[in-house]
Each structure stands twice: as C-alpha cells, then as structure tokens.
C-alpha cells in the first residue's frame, strides 16, 4: 500500500467546467470569478470575497490599502514566508513573533514585547488549519489598535465557534494552490466584512483603474482568470464531503497516536474545526528513537509521503537575516526542526489512515540506524 502526503484531482465536472469556459474563449477575470467570489464568501461566512491570482497577491492587496513605508506588522516565524515577504512588497516591516510549542501558532504574549509605536497590523495563520483564538485576537488587535489580516490559506473548511474563518475582520486571506484543501492551479481570494476595503481591493487588483483608462490609485495585475474561478465553484459542491473525510482521517491518526511517546500531534485550538490542510506531529529524537529527518525517510520506504513544514521558520533564511538580522525565536526553530507531516488529505480511505498509525508504530520499534 502507498499513501502520498497530498492528494490534488479534478474531478469530471471541474474538468468540464474549464473546458466550457476555454471553449467560449472568455478566459480572463469575468461572469465566473464574480459568482465564485459570492459563492466562496458565503462559505466562510464572509460579506464580500475578491478573487486574486494567488494567495500571495492575496496578502499583498490587503497590506496595501493601509500599511505605509516604514510600518510595523506582527508576523509568526513559523509559517510559509510569503505571509512575512508581501509585508515587505507593501513597504512594510515584518516584526517576526514566537510562536506557542503546542498549538504552532502566534504567541500572544511574545508579540505583545515586540509592539512599537510603529506597529500597525497583526497577522495570526492558522497554520495547517489549525484555527487561532480569534477571541484573544480581537482584544490584542483593539488593544493597540491593530489592524488584522488573517492568513487562512491553509483553513479552507475551519471554524472558529461555529462560524467559518472568513467571518472575522478585517481581512481573512485564502490561496487555492494544488496543495490546499480547495485547488484551482493558482489563484487566490480576500474576504472582509468592509465593503469600502473591498472595493478598494477590487480597483487596485487592476492597477487602480477605477474606470475604463482612468487609475486613481496604484495597483497591480492580481486577477484571477475565469477558467480557475470555474474550477473553484463547482470544487465548492464537493468542499464539506473532503473535510468530512480530512476530519475522519485525522480522528484516526489522533487516537492511533494517543498514547505513543515521542510523536506529540499539534495542539487543537479549543471550540474550533481544524482545517487539517496538514496533520503535523513534534518529533522528539530521545523519547522515539530517531529523530524527525530519520522518521520521514522510515514511513517513506514504507510507502507513506511525508512533509516538512517548514525546515526554516522565516526569522531563519537568509533573506531575513540579511536585511532584520539574527534573532532568537526558539520555539519557531525547535519546531522547523522537529515537526513531521504524516498524510491526511480527502483522497484516503480510513483503511489508509489505520495504515498510517501502523506503520509509524512499527517505525519506532525499528533500532536506529
């Protein structure tokens, strides 16, 4: 038996839904990506949802409405450097934040020691799916007056409270990479509550033009084409029978590991879903036997995928410290160093799942090498 670590098909309808639209020849940002953005902000329980050509662009249209040159923002060390870089293209500063060992997420108190009066924004990720308090938050963000962007790139499907993570303002970022638990190639979409934001967001997606020649204010070409909207709206069809299954398989993996010392599963966030766009465990070298790196390459010549993410936290690469300098973040390093992603996507059978369990046993029984 092989288990991948990502599971990204198109069914026969996606697939006739792009062939409709490429046979029309109406390929660019049109009738399809206005239905898919009311339809996907629906489903996250946003008011408004602008469509963007990745997640990426995403987070760059939401900083560029009110970050200014110079501006701080506060952004977890552990998550996909995009979340920090698009601060960076919007004339901002990424202030890079610990992060808490067993939930992987922002570190409240942490960033709480970094705010400045130049701090303008905060940036909690739900990291593999994993939803933040949005509660705790909301009261940092009124506390200093903070604006919040939300990265839910990897949150497709995740509640906070019963509500779906594009509920909560003022921005909420989504990406439809082929990895995430919604895909259309590439593309992306922004939800908020402020339909003065989004209107903003929608003239500078292309290049300010806020009528036929006429631009008002700076922007970029960040528009989705119609052919992947079409993909994404009749993914939608079939969005909660694949978190269904995400969720059943990781309630296996999650009793199949209770009890097994040296593999620590991320902490769930309390009254929330969790997205699992990845099922991430802390490896400790001492209690299982071998260290993250070694556990990988064991489940691999078993037949099962697995992922790192991310070897570096962002405070690590060179990029970062070439420009912010060196900083200690030890929470965020220990975890770049340790977690291990074990499959859990919507293309495995439960009978995949118990596999999974049961190989990963048999791994730490293995003597190390």
Not at 20 to 29: C, F, P, T
Not at 131 to 150: E, M, P
Not at 176 to 195: A, H, L, Q, R
Not at 239 to 249: C, G, Q, V, Y
Request: net charge negative.
């Amino acid at each position: 038996m092989k288990v991948n670590i990502a599971e990204a098909s198109l069914t026969p309808a996606e697939i006739a839904a792009a062939t409709r639209v490429l046979e029309s020849g109406a390929l660019r940002q049109g009738k399809e990506c206005q239905g898919f953005e009311v339809e996907f902000a629906d489903y996250v329980d946003a008011a408004f949802g602008v469509t963007c050509s990745n997640g990426s662009a995403s987070l760059h249209l939401a900083f560029m409405t009110f970050l200014e040159p110079g501006d701080e923002v506060l952004v977890p060390s552990m998550t996909f450097v995009a979340t920090a870089n698009m601060v960076v293209a919007a004339g901002g500063i990424p202030v890079l934040c610990d992060v808490d060992p067993g939930s992987f997420l922002i570190d409240l108190d942490d960033a709480a020691s970094r705010v400045t009066e130049r701090t303008r924004a905060i940036v909690p990720v739900h990291l593999h799916g994993n939803v933040v308090d949005v509660d705790s938050v909301q009261a940092f963000a009124d506390k200093h007056d903070l604006r919040v962007v939300w990265d839910a790139a990897q949150a497709h499907g995740a509640r906070y409270k019963g509500r779906g993570v594009g509920a909560f303002n003022d921005f909420v970022s989504y990406s439809f990479y082929p990895s995430k638990n919604m895909f259309v190639g590439e593309g992306g979409m922004i939800c908020t509550n402020d339909e003065g934001l989004e209107n903003m967001m929608r003239f500078m997606r292309t290049h300010g033009q806020t009528a036929k020649n006429h631009h008002t204010m700076f922007g970029h070409n960040f528009r989705m084409t119609d052919v992947e909207a079409s993909i994404g709206r009749e993914q939608l069809k079939r969005i909660e029978p694949m978190m269904d299954i995400r969720r059943r398989n990781a309630a296996v993996l999650t009793a199949g590991l209770a009890d097994t010392e040296g593999v620590t599963p991320q902490v769930v966030t309390p009254e929330t879903d969790h997205g699992w766009h990845q099922f991430s465990v802390v490896v400790d070298e001492q209690a299982f036997g071998c260290d993250r790196d070694a556990l990988g390459a064991r489940l691999r010549d078993r037949g099962i995928g697995t992922g790192v993410h991310y070897p570096k936290a962002v405070h690590q690469q060179p990029v970062y410290q070439e420009r912010y300098g060196v900083q200690s973040l030890p929470h965020a390093e220990h975890l770049a160093a340790t977690l291990l992603s074990i499959p859990v996507h919507h293309g495995m059978t439960e009978e995949d799942a118990h596999f999974v369990v049961g190989q990963l046993l048999e791994c730490r029984a293995t003597p190390s090498s």
